[in-house]
């Protein structure tokens, strides 16, 4: 279902009060989150939230998504923003969270490793952004639509787009990602869109089927839901 919302506050309300639902109300709470600049207001709403700290060390987090290459305490990797913006506000331990590690010698091991956290810890609530060439994690155009984590060669829209998260200019080649089949299967899923810079490729998921871009494969299930503000909706009627 697509739903517009009034304002990015308003979608970072929405998704916020979402999180808390599920984190006191799961059993086995298993989040999947994306990094990035759209989910931040989420998180910071969700920390300050004095309700979530009953339940908080019931939850765990399980990796999206991480730059191969990139240590995980560096600046710019999805591990070192999600710590930023949400880990280390609530005080995860760090046995609270299975992410995975870019820097590893062996990236099909981790993959493996991450499938078998999820296949025992199924996810309950997932929170995805959108790439502005579509993505959803690292899944990037023409990748197969995968049950299972995998290495993806990084899309010249993405490695371009990536550096505002860094210092310097850094190289970016590869990434490591679950598979879009795996995010579809968690209970819940949220996709968040906001912003009027990502008004041209929400008119290409919801208006252009001949796109085949990765976000419109979350298109169509009842518990997945787009969550847009107006400026990322301006061009859809």
């Known amino acids: 279902m697509l739903k517009i919302f009034d304002s990015e506050e308003e979608v970072a309300n929405e998704i916020a009060r979402e999180m808390k639902d599920h984190l006191l109300n799961d059993e086995h709470p298993v989040f999947c989150l994306a990094s990035g600049s759209t989910p931040h207001k989420s998180y910071l709403k969700f920390a300050s939230d004095a309700e979530i700290y009953s339940r908080i060390k019931k939850l765990n987090i399980v990796s999206l998504d991480e730059w191969v290459g990139i240590d995980r305490d560096s600046e710019g990797s999805c591990y070192q923003m999600l710590n930023q913006d949400l880990f280390s506000l609530v005080s995860l331990d760090d046995s609270q969270i299975e992410f995975f590690n ?82 579809a299967n968690s209970k819940r899923v949220v996709v968040a869109i906001t912003g009027e810079r990502k008004a041209e490729i929400v008119r290409e998921i919801f208006s252009n089927k001949e796109a085949l871009l990765p976000a419109q494969e979350l298109l169509g299930y009842k518990h997945i839901d787009f969550y847009l503000d107006l400026e990322a909706a301006k061009y859809i009627r």
Do not use: W
């Open 102 to 183: 870019g820097t590893s010698p062996d990236l099909k091991q981790e993959c493996i490793r991450i499938d078998r956290f999820i296949e025992q810890h199924p996810i309950t609530f997932s929170l995805m952004g959108v790439g502005m060439n579509g993505h959803i994690g690292l899944n990037e155009p023409g990748c197969p639509v995968l049950n299972h984590s995998s290495v993806v060669e990084l899309s010249e829209t993405t490695r371009t787009v990536a550096q505002k998260y860094f210092h310097q200019q850094t190289e970016l080649v590869q990434g490591i990602t679950l598979g879009l089949e795996q995010i």
